[in-house]
C-alpha cells in the first residue's frame, strides 16, 4: 500500500484511497462501542489525522489499546470521509503495527501544556510538539524563499568560509580556532602566544559574517548572495540574540545605498508573501496560541511601503515622543530595541528603514558621507523585532577606506585583498545581511530567538 504523508491524507482528494500512514501518536480515546479513536502526527502539517481502530483487529486488546502518546506506528487502511469537525478525512485502520512504546510515566510531552522554558531542557522531544513543528515548518519555507528570490533575479549562491582570519564587524566577538593545546602552549621571543605555531599559522576564529568574502566576488560576477552560520561570542543574553545564528547576505557591485534598500524591501516582502499563502495554516496556529498580532505584522510587512528615515530625523522624533526609554537616547548613541520597537510599531505602525548613521557606531567599511560625521548605514526594523537587517553602500575609495581603518586601529596590513577591491577596478557596491532566526521571529511572533532555532547556541547552552 502507497505510502502517503498525514498532510496529504488529510485532503478531500485522497478519499477513497487505500494508504499507509506512519507517524507518532498523539493520543487515545476508546469508545464504549468497541473501537478507539488514535490522533497521529508525521509532521507534515500541523493537524493530525484521526485513525478508528475497531476492536476486531488482532492486536487490539494486546497492544491498541496501550498506545499513548510519544508511540510511534504505522497504520495501514481506507482513508473516509470524516463527520467529525476540522477535518475532511479520517483514517479506517485495517492494520496498526507499532514500532516503539512511550512509557507514559515517562514520556515528557503528554496532554499537560509546558513553557517554552521548560520545552528548551528537551531540545530532542520539542520538535513533536506543534509549537515546533509549526517554527520549523516556517522556518523551512523561509530559507526557500530566499534561494528562490535571490536565484530567480540572477544572483549566485557563494559559500563563503566559516573559518577566518579577519572580524569583519570590528567588535572583537569572535570565537578562536586553534589546535593549540590550552595546557602546553607554545610561546614566542616576547612571552606572547606563538601563533605561528598553530594550524593556521596565524590567530583564526569563526566568522561573524560572509560579507568581505562576498564583496570579493560580488567585484567579480555582480551579484552574490552567501547564506550560512555565523558566530558571534558577544556575552548578552537577550531575546535576540544567539551565538551561533544563520545569515543571508547579498552583495551587488554598482548598487548604491538607494538600491540597496529597494532590495531588501522587496526581499522581505517576498518572503512573507509566500508564508502567507504557503504556510496558512501553521500562521493561524501562531495567531492563535502564540501572538495575536502576528498576522497584522505580516500584512503589514508584505503590504505597507517601509519608511526611510535618517537615524538622525530617528533621534529627533525619539526625543519629542514623550515616551520613558529604560536608556538615554542623544546623537551619537546606538539604537537599543526598545527605541527601535518604539519607531516601527508606534511612530510609524510599518517596518521602518534608518541610514546614514553616525561614523563613529559603525564598522569600518561602510561609504562616508561628505558630512564626515555619518556613513551610508542601513538598518531594516520591523514590529516586534526591532533591527532585522543591517547593511550599508560599501566604502569604494582607498584612501577614505585606509584612513577610517586607521581610526579604528585596524592593520591596513591584514587587509591588503580587502583594500585591493579599491586599488584594482573599484565600483560603488552594497549589500546587507538578515538574521534568518530574527526573521522567523518576526514571522512567528515566538518571543525567544532560541526557540526559533533547532538547537540554540547561547553563553551556557551547548549540550545538543
Ligand atoms: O547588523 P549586523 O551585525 O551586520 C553584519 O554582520 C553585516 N556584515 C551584514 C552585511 O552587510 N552583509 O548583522 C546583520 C543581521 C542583524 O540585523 C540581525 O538580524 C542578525 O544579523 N544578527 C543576529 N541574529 C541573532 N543573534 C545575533 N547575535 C545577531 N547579530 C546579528
Ligand atoms: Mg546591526
Redesign the pocket.
Known amino acids: 500500500m502507497e505510502k502517503i504523508s498525514i498532510k496529504e491524507a488529510r485532503r478531500p482528494e485522497s478519499i477513497g484511497r487505500q494508504a499507509t500512514l506512519q507517524g507518532w501518536v498523539r493520543t487515545r480515546r476508546d469508545s464504549k462501542g468497541g473501537f478507539s479513536f488514535l490522533e497521529l502526527n508525521d509532521g507534515t502539517c500541523l493537524a493530525n489525522i484521526q485513525v478508528i481502530a475497531d476492536a476486531g483487529l488482532e492486536n487490539y486488546e494486546s497492544e491498541i489499546k496501550r498506545l499513548t502518546a510519544g508511540c510511534s506506528a504505522t497504520v495501514r487502511g481506507e482513508i473516509k470521509e470524516s463527520g467529525g469537525k476540522g477535518q475532511a478525512t479520517e483514517m479506517q485502520a485495517a492494520e496498526v503495527i507499532v514500532h516503539g512504546w512511550a512509557d507514559p510515566d515517562e514520556y515528557p510531552l503528554q496532554k499537560k501544556r509546558h513553557s517554552m522554558e521548560k520545552l528548551r531542557e528537551w531540545a530532542h522531544l520539542r520538535p513533536r510538539t506543534n509549537a515546533f513543528g509549526a517554527v520549523m515548518r516556517v522556518r523551512n519555507q523561509i530559507s526557500r524563499s530566499i534561494h528562490d528570490f535571490f536565484q530567480e533575479d540572477g544572483f549566485l549562491y557563494l559559500h563563503t568560509p566559516i573559518i577566518t582570519a579577519s572580524d ?2 570590528g567588535a572583537g566577538e569572535m570565537f578562536r580556532v586553534t589546535t593549540i593545546d590550552p595546557a602546553n602552549v607554545p610561546l614566542d621571543a616576547k612571552g606572547q602566544v606563538d601563533y605561528t605555531q598553530d594550524f593556521f599559522d596565524r590567530p583564526s576564529y569563526l566568522t ?2 560572509g ?1 568581505l568574502e ?1 564583496e570579493i566576488y560580488a567585484t567579480a560576477l555582480g551579484k552574490v548572495y552567501t547564506f550560512g552560520p555565523t558566530f ?1 561570542a ?1 556575552n548578552s543574553n537577550t531575546s ?3 551565538a551561533e ?1 544563520w ?1 543571508v ?1 547579498p552583495e551587488v557591485a554598482f548598487n548604491e545605498l538607494d538600491d540597496n534598500m529597494q532590495l531588501a524591501e522587496d526581499f522581505l516582502k517576498r518572503i512573507v508573501a509566500d508564508v502567507l499563502s504557503n504556510c496558512e495554516e501553521d500562521v493561524e496556529f501562531f495567531q492563535k496560541r502564540i501572538d495575536d498580532t502576528v498576522l497584522e505584522t505580516l500584512h503589514t510587512i508584505a503590504e505597507k511601503p517601509f519608511h526611510r528615515v535618517s537615524y538622525t530625523e530617528a533621534i529627533e522624533r525619539l526625543e519629542k515622543s514623550g515616551e520613558k526609554f529604560e536608556f538615554p537616547i542623544a546623537w551619537g548613541t546606538d539604537l537599543q530595541a526598545e527605541h527601535e520597537r518604539y519607531l516601527t510599531e508606534k511612530e510609524f505602525g510599518a517596518p521602518v528603514i534608518l541610514y546614514d548613521y553616525p561614523a563613529a557606531i559603525k564598522p569600518f567599511y561602510m561609504k562616508c558621507n561628505d558630512d564626515e560625521k555619518t556613513v551610508r548605514a542601513m538598518d531594516v526594523l520591523v514590529p516586534r523585532v526591532g ?6 553602500q560599501r566604502e569604494d575609495r582607498l584612501d577614505v577606506l585606509e584612513a577610517r581603518m586607521q581610526e579604528q586601529g585596524l592593520d591596513a596590513d591584514e587587509y591588503w585583498w580587502y583594500l585591493d577591491l579599491r586599488r584594482f577596478g573599484t565600483v560603488p557596491h552594497s ?5 534568518l ?2 526573521m522567523v521571529q518576526a514571522v512567528t511572533g515566538m518571543a525567544n ?1 532560541r526557540d526559533v532555532i533547532p538547537f540554540p547556541r547561547t553563553p551556557g547552552n551547548a549540550e545538543f
Open positions: 569583519c564587524e561573524v559574517s560579507q562576498g558571534r558577544e535576540r540574540h544567539l545564528f545569515m547576505e533591527e532585522i537587517i543591517g547593511g550599508s549589500g546587507f545581511g538578515l538574521g532566526e530574527r530567538i
